[in-house]
């Protein structure tokens, strides 16, 4: 054998190589694209159960369920009063959807207000959406029970939460203290660092979600505060029993980001990323309320859409990387991946690719390890891991 045929060997040997471990480097999955659903802009799914997806429409379109097993959308033939995008859809039981606030399509000042400060139930027994005026219920909202939703709220008297009764449509202010929002730097930072607080720390972007106990876990990812860089050093668990808060503390070096999802055993992973240095994975166990660091990756990132999968997995979907400590996401683009939590396993997958709509994603998972992805201004996905 001559010297360039052994030559030749050896570099396409070597490129095979390369292509083969850039392969191995993303986990094997596929997409398939559904057929006639059509774009999905302004509008938010909300899962009714296994086999249906509730669209409750748009400014130029009514109210559609998605048939999951026949992949087509069936029209109800019905609108909201208000016509409204950008709104926030919460699904009280399966024949229940809740729309609060959004934008409406008019340049009628009153009915932007109507859309602002209202309310609209859908009711799939009767097929119709029943205005509710001169209340609202923020965007994060969460539901607590059949008949309660614990809330956040900023207005001129200042951050608060309260619950509002499904039932009775009416507010109860009593759960927590106001913190004016024109309270001194001194009163603020106080607060901030205040041991025995009863909700009175001052929130500015709280992040909260339903424990599997019923509790309610705040977290604020609020970093600075009056152009000064604070750690928060504790979190918040509400007990809608007892109607109190809990405070409990982060151990040193802890700081929560935005990412969060709940296990099947009940315990939450916090995971997040802060300049170029990796991920750290946080463990919450609501049964003892410890954290304890759980993992730490080499591959940063931070802000992504969670989902647990079959198998102990979590999907991370479209996460944005860091570049010199700079959010670089249009400059290197988002990244997605499988978290084995069981083996403490990251594998980095091909999910979107591509346009400037990656962040309005809504993932829900259906059935088996199939996830739903609803993509702005995009046709509807289905990725099977």
């Known amino acids: 054998m001559n010297r360039n045929k052994i030559i030749s060997i050896v570099f396409v040997s070597l490129l095979f190589c390369c292509f083969f471990l850039n392969q191995e480097s993303y986990a094997k999955g596929s997409f398939r694209a559904l057929k006639h659903l059509p774009t999905c802009d302004g509008t938010m799914p909300v899962k009714l159960n296994d086999n ?31 016509p409204r995008r950008s709104y926030h859809a919460l699904k009280l039981d399966e024949n229940n959807v809740l729309i609060s606030v959004g934008e409406a399509n008019t340049n009628d000042f009153k009915k932007l207000n109507k859309t602002r400060t209202s309310i609209e139930i859908y009711n799939r027994k009767t097929n119709r959406f029943t205005l509710i005026q001169n209340t609202f219920i923020p965007k994060r909202s969460i539901l607590l029970n059949k008949d309660e939703i614990f809330t956040f709220h900023r207005d001129d008297t200042g951050s608060y939460f309260r619950i509002f009764n499904v039932k009775t449509k009416t507010f109860d202010e009593t759960i927590g203290k106001r913190f004016s929002k024109r309270a001194t730097k001194e009163e603020r ?7 025995d607080f009863n909700s009175a720390i001052y929130h500015k972007s709280p992040i909260y979600f339903l424990l599997d106990d019923g509790r309610v876990f705040i977290y604020e990812i609020e970093d600075y505060l009056n152009d000064k860089e604070i750690t928060r050093d504790a979190v918040e668990l509400y007990n809608p029993k007892t109607r109190t808060f809990e405070k409990i503390p982060l151990p040193k070096g802890i700081r929560l980001y935005i990412t969060h999802v709940k296990l099947d055993n009940g315990k939450v992973l916090f995971i997040g990323s802060e300049g170029e240095v990796g991920a750290n994975v946080i463990e919450f166990d609501p049964t003892t309320n410890k954290f304890q660091k759980y993992d730490k990756w080499n591959f940063p990132l931070n802000g992504a859409d969670a989902i647990t999968l079959n198998d102990n997995k979590i999907i991370l979907l479209e996460g944005e990387v860091y570049i010199d400590d700079v959010f670089s996401r ?19 997958v091909k999910i979107i690719t591509g ?16 996830l739903f992805l609803f993509e702005n201004k995009q046709k509807i996905k289905v990725y099977e891991y």
């Open 189 to 195: 930072e106080t607060s901030v660092t205040d041991k």
């Open 52 to 82: 249906e997806i509730f669209f409750p429409g748009s400014w130029d379109t009514g109210a559609r369920i998605l048939k999951v097993d026949e992949e087509k959308f069936v029209d109800l033939n019905t609108n909201m009063t208000i």
């Open 355 to 370: 346009d400037t709509d990656w962040y309005t994603i809504y993932p829900i998972k259906i059935k088996n390890n199939q």
């Open 330 to 348: 249009f400059d290197k683009g988002l990244e997605s991946a499988i978290y084995d939590v069981t083996n403490k396993k990251l594998t980095k």
